[in-house]
């Protein structure tokens, strides 16, 4: 089956900036995560989804970043004004529903650049 | 603040050998341990976890091993295969919590 998607996979912009990151993940899975990964370093959790609500938000480094998922399954990330530290690769994964016995599929990242 | 530590960048092994991969945690209150593996472009794929009831789990060729008192966990590969080339995340997470602490991963580099 169809595994969890990312678009863009490469996305340039300006510093200050508005963009969206989009998340497809595995038909049926209700927990949604969006990690960060920065050059040389492991993902970084950002914010869990259990349905349609937040339900960890707690990895958010500010409030230019925001993420939804009003329908429960795609999940939008949301940046504004972006800055140059903001360039990363933006991971998604999914899990069947949220609890550790639940294996996370990652997609395969949006690499974010702002210049 | 890192809570979950790989130090070795990078590993170099023969094919057919023993992969050994290191993983240090600062956070008493991880009980639950995985491995993570992770070819250029992809996503991590899930590769074997461990709880902290256990102090070893083995599926195939992959065996974690986990040093509660040390806060030490390490993977091993035996044998190992050209296909295990990769980047290897270490990644923890506590009770109560779904979110996963990453190390900065090891790439692995297996020599024919």
């Known amino acids: 089956g169809a595994g969890v998607s990312q678009t863009p996979s490469n996305k340039v912009t300006e510093k200050g900036k508005y963009v969206e990151l989009r998340c497809d993940p595995i038909s049926g899975h209700t927990a949604l995560y969006w990690y960060r990964q920065s050059l040389g370093q492991g993902p970084e959790f950002l914010i869990y989804?259990?349905?349609?609500?937040?339900?960890?938000d707690s990895g958010l480094p500010n409030d230019r970043f925001f993420a939804v998922r009003p329908e429960g399954s795609v999940s939008t990330l949301k940046i504004q004004r972006t800055e140059r530290g903001d360039s990363a690769v933006y991971l998604c994964?999914?899990?069947?529903?949220?609890?550790?016995?639940?294996?996370?599929?990652f997609g395969p990242g949006t690499r974010l650049t702002v210049t | 603040d890192q809570q979950v530590k790989q130090n070795s960048p990078s590993l170099s092994v023969q094919e057919g050998r023993i992969s050994i991969l290191n993983c240090d945690y600062t956070?008493?209150?991880?009980?639950?341990f995985l491995w993570y593996k992770k070819y250029p472009a992809e996503g991590p794929t899930f590769l074997i976890s461990i709880s902290s009831i256990k102090d070893k789990n083995e599926d195939g060729r992959f065996t974690v091993f986990l040093n509660k008192s040390a806060k030490h966990l390490s993977l091993h590969i035996v044998p190992s295969q050209p296909g295990d080339s990769a980047v290897y995340f270490c990644a923890a997470s506590q009770w109560g919590d779904y979110k996963l602490s990453f190390g900065a991963g090891t790439t692995v580099t297996v020599r024919a």
């Open positions: 956070n008493s209150m991880f009980d639950y």
């Open positions: 994964a999914s899990s069947l529903t949220g609890g550790r016995s639940y294996e996370q599929y």
């Open positions: 989804f259990q349905g349609t609500g937040a339900a960890d």
